[in-house]
């Protein structure tokens, strides 16, 4: 991103007319919360808890000047009333029925707004088993040729915008964990990736063909899974072509995001570890398709990596180098989407006395993601309106393996994550980036 190209305060784009999300993964459970959630807020029924966009604050220039704006009054973010939801699924159920069949959100939630979800029907998707094999998609577009699939993809687009009189759009990737894809030469250049979809190549899983034709199309992709999808040179290299911005991967939710609470503590006290040990247990259809060993790989390499890179073992060998890292999910169908993890983890400290922690989070993976959806939707259609393509690394907050340039390690550390986020939106708009330095207050003072 080269600072030239920015454009700041006063030649943002004012977001102007209605926002299309569109969302391959309709009818999940973290789709139908998040649509769900969106609307009851628009009615005054329901307010937006966990949104960063929403109910966050920034702090803006000296403590003394007790300047902390809330960040929509602060940033020209787009409505909450102008967003209009769209996408595809490979169940044909409408959103009221996908929330009911999830089992997430409670009668008293749903009904208010059972016209507005049953109005939301899924396109037919884009669908290929041998990426995910636990599920039997019966909503799919029956074209065999990759490139036909793009197309169909893109004319859904022009239709949906179409019909809804849309000035923008947004798609962000809420459907299934992949099978474990790494990194092949078909995906190093747009050009060898055009020519492998041409050829129906095995490499190109559905993930990817909804970015190409997002990204083809001018609309900013989201990657909410652990998929590799968009974070490949060739969509990177197009997207950089097309200025569109592109984030991921895959959502910041329930035991990673405990991981990256407590690790940069451990860390920042010097403490050492010996190992950190967790389980899950799930039951919605991420739980079903992570049965599937080669799904869970692709999302045990998104799980593992966070603790490598807080800790830097290379830099402090003596605390962490040899430490043992293990992460298991379990499918029990009972728990439905209220995911329940266990973590216990063996730490050190003075003179090499060992010490323990256990955590037992029993949280609700829907109910985590959604306002994760809400915001990433609005500050990708801001990023949009400042100008700014290809990688967001400024929005790694939201990921548990988030997209970086190619000769940069990535920042897991939350708190860091959350500074670089709210100096992004302090850049745009022309205010001092805040470094928490502290120590001229007191140098200055008389």
């Known amino acids: 991103m080269k600072q030239k190209n920015l454009k700041l305060k006063d030649q943002i784009a004012t977001p102007r007319g209605k926002v299309g999300v569109l969302i391959p993964g309709l009818g999940g459970a973290v789709s139908t919360t998040f649509m769900a959630g969106v609307e009851l807020v628009r009615k005054g029924l329901a307010e937006p808890i966990g949104s960063l966009t929403q109910l966050g604050t920034i702090r803006l220039g000296k403590r003394y000047e007790l300047r902390s704006p809330k960040i929509t009054e602060f940033v020209p973010l787009a409505s909450l009333d102008d ?60 074209s065999e040729n990759l490139r036909q699939q793009v197309d169909a993809l893109k004319e859904d687009i022009v239709r949906f915008r179409s019909d809804h009189g849309l000035d923008r759009c947004i798609m962000i990737w809420a459907g299934s964990t992949e099978v474990y894809l790494s990194p092949q030469d078909v995906h190093q250049s747009y050009s060898a990736l055009q020519e492998a979809v041409i050829r129906n190549d095995p490499n ?47 959502f910041k939710t329930g035991q990673t995001l405990i991981k990256t609470i407590l690790a940069p503590g451990i860390k920042a006290r010097m403490l050492g570890l010996e190992g950190w040990y967790s389980t899950n247990i799930l039951g919605n259809r991420d739980g079903l ?3 599937d060993k080669d799904s869970f790989r692709t999302k045990e390499e998104s799980k593992l990596a966070v603790l490598e890179y807080i800790l830097q073992p290379s830099l402090y060998p003596t605390l962490y180098k040899n430490y043992h890292h293990k992460v298991t999910i379990n499918y029990y169908p009972p728990r439905g989407d209220n995911k329940e993890s266990w973590d216990c983890i063996d730490i050190f400290g003075w003179l090499g006395y060992p010490m323990q922690m256990k955590v037992d989070f029993q949280c609700r993976d829907s109910i985590l993601a959604a306002p994760i959806i809400l915001d990433l939707v609005l500050f990708m259609d801001l990023a949009q309106r400042v100008g700014m393509g290809g990688i967001q690394e400024w929005l790694s907050f939201y990921f548990k393996s988030p997209m970086h340039k190619e000769n940069l390690y990535p920042e897991h550390d939350l708190f860091i994550q959350l500074m670089k986020l ?12 805040i470094t928490h330095f502290g120590l001229d207050y007191y140098m200055n003072s008389e």
């Open 83 to 142: 967003l209009v939801f769209g996408g595809w699924d490979l169940y044909e159920a409408n959103g009221y029925e996908a929330a009911n069949y999830a089992r997430v959100l409670n009668r008293d939630h749903l009904e208010p707004i059972k016209e507005f979800l049953s109005g939301i029907r899924p396109m037919k998707a884009v669908f290929d088993g041998r990426f995910v094999r636990n599920l039997d998609g019966t909503h799919v577009k029956k």
């Open 204 to 250: 190109i899983a559905p993930s990817m063909l909804y970015a190409m034709a997002a990204i083809e199309s001018g609309i900013p992709f989201i990657n909410g899974a652990p998929n590799l999808t968009v974070d490949i040179p060739a969509l990177i290299e197009l997207a950089g072509e097309k200025s569109v911005p592109i984030a991921g991967k895959d």
């Open 422 to 433: 709210k100096n992004t939106l302090r850049y745009f708009m022309g205010e001092e980036q």
């Open 289 to 291: 398709v992570l049965d």
